[in-house]
């Protein structure tokens, strides 16, 4: 077990680690899509590369953070009935639905998407657009985040099956701080507090 | 057996479906694997060719070069930024003001408020938690009903779903193949029709029950002049002065020059919208002008209410321009709209000082983790139609319901009250990927306008929001309300509401112009051929003399502007 755990710390780190610097291309498409815009309605003037760096962009945030998103727990369930189950119910679950959904299909999707970015990457296949990028880095994006979400999905199978065999205290890596709703009410009373102290013009009935 | 599941292999697929979203696996994986294992199935009984996994990256790759969902992160990354900014905030404290000592003031602010933070973001979660740590506590403090002021603050909140922008109608317009542009314009009138629908409940309640909803004593207005007095003659002055200047701006040709120089194109006739968004433009400069002068100058021309006043609603009202009001200019696609919006809300950010490193970090960090499983779903879906179309399930579905009892409005109903129960357990995300292009093929073939449905599905979807105990409104607002107020108060509060969006979708229905009404437009039209001609035409330059051509003939005669729509389906058909 304490090899299969350490490999599961390593592959958190990995996405942690990749979800860290990818969130910084949130900020890039879009200064470039509104600078495209501006300089579109401006200038008259636009380019197919331009247009087509912003899905690439699009693309690379939700493929490389794919694993990061697992790690978070983001995805949307129907907890109907897992919320009755408990935290050992729920890790059964999530076994049974690591082995057999996400694997599956994602190693399938993997394989295919592989396939598919080994022959661009052999015919040099470009955008039909005048002036478009090289499609290959768009199509490496698939298998790649593929892989991570895979790798994730081992982690967390080892995670679970960590938590049912009591080697781990939680089956799901706490997430440290705040969640962004806590933090935007944090962030308010903080502020309203310090206007209060100012004796502001908002101090009064508020 | 084997015969049977042939026979019946799209019901069973349908039903195993549900089953296995129903074990709480994350509903993205587990629509994969039911397409995986039912083509899986389908190959091995012959239903479907061995080669269609192969077209699974193609299904990927669409997802990925789709343009329409590249504005889900950027109107996420607005909404995340804004609520930073401390713009909400500022505006509760003075429009509660202004309004808070007529009965019912406060609950008219929240719903204000509400409606105005709606239109410049998305997210419902940040109206919820500045309204319940701001008004709320107000509200109480001056003896508000309970159940009143938590239900019109969970209500107010959820405005940002249906009104434009907001993330479910993207979802929406991809998935029924419309433009996110159609979809903003049907929803904006119905939005507001639906905000006119709960001031005349507060109304209503305020007449009936007139202690739930008690006017505040003079006192709690902070801001006034050093003599006591209001202020509130010389806001009224600077409001008339600045719309007559707007109506007497309009009068003149200045508007079209301005519109043709902005389509750089010779546009003679200013349609009512474009109108309403140059004089609301207008307005808001020349009393911002006014109110900037009377401060920098030290002029005391102006009382603080309208100087403050003032100042608060110009930065929603600019951001409003730069998203809702170049979109329906027709100067910006959708997307683009979404990223200067977040660009402009970054801006007034920094410009406020009220961005550290940390905070961009979060809102770029839940930006991400939002989209990535919002597409994913997405992803999950496609691969689950991959196969649910191979063995023609989407005939089934339509056979069932095609021939529903009640024809064309039976089939409203069901659907409706489809999406009221399934909103008690389902998000909007997921009833959206779902559900939605289920039923978006039978409506189409009932010959049902799909941008007007895609609204009415909206205003229904609202209500997921607003079910107890799971909707989301209610949760955000139960995690920062004092513990005066009880969990069941919270609940009952929504009961109201949740009745006022029945009346809405059955208004809506009834009176399908309310949706019609901000379509039909010429420019409706010139927003997709910008689009497509940006992305298809190698030489942009050329665009504008092709819309000279294109723009009369469509203002002329709906059919023509029905067949830009089928341009758009095109469009999107071969984008998937």
Redesign the interface.
Known sequence: MPVFLRFSRGVDALNEWI?GR??????L??????G???V??VF???S?SL?EI??YL??A???L??G???L?N??????????R?GARG?AW??I??TL???L???A??AW??W??FVEAWQSGEVSA???GLIFWP??L??PVGFGLLILQGLSELIKRVGFLTGHLAAPVTQVDGPS??????E???R??KLDANEGS?????? | MIAFLTANIAPLMFGAMVLLLLLGYPVAFSLAACGVIFGLVGIELNLLPATLFQAMPDRIWGVMSNDTMLAIPFFTFMGLILERSGMAEDLLDTIGQLFGPIRGGLAFAVIFVGAMLAATTGVVAASVISMGLISLPIMLRYGYDKRLASGVIAASGTLAQIIPPSLVLIVMADQLGRSVGDMYKGAFVPGLVLTGLYTLYVIGVTIVRPKWAPALPAEARTIREDNGDVGLRSLFVLVAVAVAAALAFMNTALPAAIMSAMRRDVVEHVALDEAIVIGMCVWALVAYVCAQANSSFKLGLLSRMAERFTFVLIPPLALIFLVLGTIFLGVATPTEGGAMGASGALFMALARKRLSLAQLRQAMESTARLTTFVVFILIGSRVFSLTFYGVDGHLWVEHLLVNMPGGHLGFLIFVNVLIFVLAFFLDFFELSFIVVPLLAPVAEKLGIDLVWFGVLLGINMQTSFMHPPFGFALFYLRSVAPRAIRTTDIYWGAVPFVLIQIIMVCLVIAFPQLVNVGLDKTQEVDVDKVEINIQDDSQPAEVPSELAGSAPAAEESAPASDAGNDDIMKSFGSAK
């Open positions: 979800a990818v969130i910084w291309l949130v900020l498409v879009t200064l470039i899509s509104a495209n815009a501006i579109r309605k008259n003037t636009s197919n247009l912003q899905w699009f693309s945030i939700f493929l953070c794919a990061y998103a697992l978070r983001a995805h949307v369930r129907i907890d109907l009935i897992t919320s189950l729920t679950v999530d049974l639905g057999f959904f996400l599956p299909a994602a399938m999707i295919f998407s396939g598919v657009n005048q002036g768009a199509r994006l698939v962004e709703e806590e933090a935007l009410a962030e308010i009373r502020t309203r013009a908002e101090g009064g009935a508020q």
